[in-house]
């Protein structure tokens, strides 16, 4: 078990000595009971941090928001920021240094570890719970979770709570880190692919009937992409800023301002934002679910990124977000690849 | 008013697919070339568009390509090891592995989508991967699934 003096204490000797900007945490919400982000730059703040299977958040993002306030700032030494960063927070840390996005000392890492939990999936509880409002979970440290509400505590089965990139989580310890608390686990409950299976087995006709309803629901209101710590492009393909067809573009430039992905809302463009965004990802989205958790009609996003993290494993031997020298997964190639693909 | 004069079809009508094809331009679209100067025969369901290696081919070509009404797309480049730029193929070979499983994956026919090596002096083989491949693709019927409806 964390205790969360430790932490309080670390992130206080931290902003005491002016070692880091500020700290990034966890705090208690204030709408519900799940926590939220926190910027802490007072030291006496750090009294606010909490750690507890409520804290979802993948913290990472704020460091690549950092980073672009720190390029418009035109600022190029600084202070580096505190971060409290879970087994998957580390692991987008470490794609993110692969890809030099910043220096390794540009960020310090608290690692917490997730000691065989994980967080908490609120669309489950909130089933699960029949719209009693929880106040507060707790793992009883073998297989179950007391949740308290106003009626008393409920005593839930920890598999049907967890998040399910928690219960497929392959490295729920930061692996990446200047300090750490918590036992190092490896591994989560279920099979790192577990929530591929059925959709793999399935028919193609099958598989497109789920998906097409799926896309069809997609709003393009991109919280997808803006949740996401790799999604840190400063323009999209699928809404370019800089070669915008306005009112006031003539013909001639229209023609050169190729659209790839169209913004309107239909089930052809809503696949082509979903793939190009999942092949975006390859080899660099380290399931830390952000995707599928904002989305607000639940469109399962992270089965993409998924499916592609798979295929990187099993046939290119690549895991994402385990060693920040190592070359990205498109961007190097084996002379043993897969070659049964091609004709 | 006159009639309007019968025709009678003796030949039932078949759908013809339409199949994009990225050729490398240093070997797939030499050996494209080559099948042509030597007069092979090959259906006509292909428009053939070169680009520079098969390692510059984005997956968004490949959607855009199925986005606007593309039957099959078929992506062809060096030989591994002959490319001119030392290493694109390879790097086209694990992109190409990687769309085609999530296309798959969201329910697209997988046979709609390949990659082939065809080298210039491969006249023949293009011939042959083009004949099989509409061949496999005419039972499938058009690609709707990701086509734009723009009705």
């Given at each position: 078990?964390?205790?969360?003096?430790?932490?309080?204490?670390?992130?206080?000797?931290?902003?005491?000595?002016?070692?880091?900007?500020?700290?990034?945490?966890?705090?208690?919400?204030t709408?519900?009971?799940?926590?939220?982000p926190?910027?802490?730059?007072?030291?006496?703040?750090?009294e606010?941090?909490?750690?507890?299977?409520?804290?979802?958040?993948?913290?990472?993002?704020?460091?690549?928001?950092?980073?672009?306030?720190?390029?418009a700032?035109?600022?190029?030494?600084?202070?580096?920021?505190?971060?409290?960063?879970?087994?998957?927070?580390?692991r987008?840390?470490?794609?993110?240094?692969q890809?030099?996005?910043?220096k390794?000392?540009?960020v310090?890492?608290?690692?917490?570890?997730?000691?065989g939990?994980g967080?908490?999936?609120?669309?489950?509880?909130?089933?699960?719970?029949?719209?009693?409002?929880?106040?507060?979970?707790?793992?009883?440290?073998?297989?179950?979770?007391?949740?308290?509400?106003?009626d008393?505590?409920?005593?839930?089965?920890?598999n049907?709570?967890?998040?399910?990139?928690?219960?497929?989580?392959?490295?729920?310890?930061?692996?990446?880190?200047?300090?750490?608390?918590?036992?190092k686990?490896?591994?989560?409950?279920?099979?790192?692919?577990?929530?591929?299976?059925?959709?793999?087995?399935?028919?193609?006709?099958?598989?497109?009937?789920?998906?097409?309803?799926?896309?069809?629901?997609?709003?393009?209101?991109?919280?997808?992409?803006?949740?996401c710590?790799?999604?840190?492009?400063?323009?999209?393909?699928?809404?370019?800023?800089?070669?915008?067809?306005?009112?006031?573009?003539?013909?001639?430039?229209?023609?050169?301002?190729?659209?790839?992905?169209?913004r309107?809302?239909?089930?052809?463009?809503?696949?082509?934002?979903?793939?190009?965004?999942?092949?975006?990802?390859?080899?660099?989205?380290?399931?830390?679910?952000?995707?599928?958790?904002?989305?607000?009609?639940?469109?399962p996003?992270?089965?993409?990124?998924?499916?592609?993290?798979?295929?990187?494993?099993?046939?290119?031997?690549?895991?994402?977000?385990?060693?920040?020298?190592?070359?990205s997964?498109?961007?190097?190639?084996?002379?043993?690849?897969?070659?049964?693909?091609?004709? | 008013?006159?009639?309007?004069?019968?025709?009678?079809?003796?030949?039932?009508?078949?759908?013809?697919?339409?199949?994009?094809?990225?050729?490398c331009k240093?070997?797939?679209?030499?050996?494209?070339?080559?099948?042509?100067v030597?007069?092979?025969?090959?259906?006509?369901?292909?428009?053939p568009?070169?680009?520079?290696?098969?390692?510059g081919?984005?997956?968004?070509?490949?959607?855009?390509?199925?986005n606007?009404?593309?039957?099959?797309i078929?992506?062809?480049?060096?030989?591994?090891?002959?490319?001119?730029?030392?290493?694109?193929?390879?790097?086209?070979?694990?992109?190409i592995?990687?769309?085609?499983?999530?296309?798959?994956?969201?329910?697209?026919?997988?046979?709609?989508?390949?990659?082939?090596?065809?080298?210039?002096?491969?006249?023949?083989?293009?011939?042959?991967?083009?004949?099989?491949?509409?061949?496999?693709?005419?039972?499938?019927?058009?690609?709707?699934?990701?086509?734009?409806?723009?009705?």
């Amino acid at each position: 078990m964390i205790d969360i003096k430790d932490l309080r204490k670390q992130a206080r000797e931290l902003l005491d000595n002016e070692d880091v900007k500020y700290v990034l945490g966890f705090q208690k919400g204030t709408a519900t009971f799940m926590s939220t982000p926190a910027f802490i730059t007072e030291a006496a703040d750090t009294e606010n941090l909490v750690w507890d299977p409520t804290c979802v958040h993948n913290l990472a993002l704020y460091l690549t928001e950092e980073r672009k306030m720190r390029v418009a700032r035109k600022e190029t030494e600084g202070k580096p920021v505190g971060i409290v960063a879970k087994g998957c927070d580390s692991r987008a840390i470490v794609v993110l240094l692969q890809e030099n996005y910043f220096k390794r000392q540009d960020v310090h890492i608290i690692g917490v570890s997730c000691e065989g939990t994980g967080v908490l999936d609120e669309n489950k509880l909130n089933r699960l719970l029949k719209g009693k409002a929880p106040l507060n979970a707790e793992f009883d440290g073998v297989g179950h979770f007391l949740v308290a509400t106003k009626d008393g505590d409920v005593k839930i089965p920890a598999n049907e709570i967890l998040a399910d990139r928690c219960l497929e989580c392959r490295a729920p310890y930061p692996a990446e880190h200047d300090t750490v608390y918590g036992e190092k686990v490896d591994g989560g409950r279920l099979d790192p692919f577990h929530s591929l299976e059925a959709l793999e087995a399935s028919a193609v006709g099958d598989k497109w009937d789920f998906w097409k309803e799926q896309m069809d629901k997609c709003l393009r209101c991109y919280a997808c992409r803006s949740v996401c710590p790799m999604c840190y492009c400063e323009e999209c393909v699928v809404d370019s800023i800089t070669f915008m067809v306005t009112p006031d573009t003539l013909p001639g430039q229209k023609a050169n301002r190729i659209k790839w992905i169209e913004r309107s809302n239909n089930t052809s463009e809503n696949f082509g934002y979903h793939l190009v965004r999942a092949i975006h990802l390859a080899g660099r989205c380290i399931d830390c679910g952000e995707c599928q958790r904002v989305c607000p009609v639940d469109i399962p996003v992270r089965l993409l990124n998924k499916k592609l993290e798979k295929e990187a494993f099993e046939m290119f031997d690549y895991e994402p977000g385990t060693d920040s020298e190592a070359p990205s997964l498109v961007s190097s190639f084996l002379d043993e690849d897969p070659n049964d693909h091609i004709l | 008013m006159l009639d309007k004069p019968e025709t009678k079809t003796t030949v039932e009508e078949q759908f013809e697919p339409r199949i994009i094809t990225f050729l490398c331009k240093w070997c797939s679209s030499a050996g494209s070339d080559l099948a042509g100067v030597s007069r092979m025969e090959y259906p006509a369901n292909v428009v053939p568009i070169t680009v520079m290696c098969s390692g510059g081919i984005s997956p968004v070509y490949i959607l855009s390509a199925f986005n606007k009404g593309a039957d099959g797309i078929l992506v062809s480049g060096c030989h591994p090891g002959d490319c001119h730029y030392i290493k694109g193929n390879y790097y086209a070979r694990r992109k190409i592995y990687l769309v085609q499983k999530l296309i798959e994956f969201v329910g697209l026919e997988p046979e709609r989508f390949k990659m082939s090596w065809i080298s210039a002096a491969e006249g023949a083989k293009f011939t042959k991967v083009i004949t099989d491949f509409v061949e496999e693709i005419r039972p499938l019927g058009p690609q709707e699934k990701l086509k734009v409806d723009r009705r």
